[in-house]
């Protein structure tokens, strides 16, 4: 079984930056894709950001410029360098990782969240 960890979240003022860390634990077959994503209160989770095991990424609009993902093939662990943070960005934040477990069979697991709080 796979576990992912996240962590780096807290309260930042608007403009400032924080670094976001998700650690992974168990074996796959292959991961296909890691990343994040965002639930802020009231509203549905949304994708913020995926690197595939190429290094092909994806942003959501209302972040590119301002984010960065990375990811340690090696340790199977995916980073989120979050620039000139807004109080929009406030949200709980969500690791993600998908690919084939151990029996050839498509996963989908996610973390337990880490929340960011944009505020002055």
């Known amino acids: 079984q796979v576990q992912l960890v996240e962590s780096g979240g807290g309260l930042v003022e608007p403009g400032g930056s924080l670094r976001l860390s998700c650690a992974s634990s168990?074996?796959?077959?292959?991961?296909?894709?890691m990343g994040w994503y965002r639930q802020a209160p009231g509203k549905e989770r949304e994708l913020v950001a995926t690197?595939?095991?190429?290094?092909?990424?994806m942003y959501a609009d209302s972040v590119k410029g301002r984010f960065s993902i990375s990811r340690d093939n090696a340790k199977n662990a995916v980073y989120l360098q979050m620039n000139s943070l807004k109080p929009e960005d406030t949200a709980v934040y969500y690791c993600?990782?998908?690919?084939?477990?151990?029996?050839?069979?498509?996963?989908?697991?996610w973390g337990k969240g880490t929340l960011v709080t944009v505020s002055s």
């Open positions: 993600n990782l998908r690919g084939l477990d151990d029996g050839a069979h498509g996963a989908n697991y």
């Open positions: 168990g074996s796959m077959l292959s991961i296909d894709a």
């Open positions: 690197v595939t095991s190429t290094g092909k990424t």
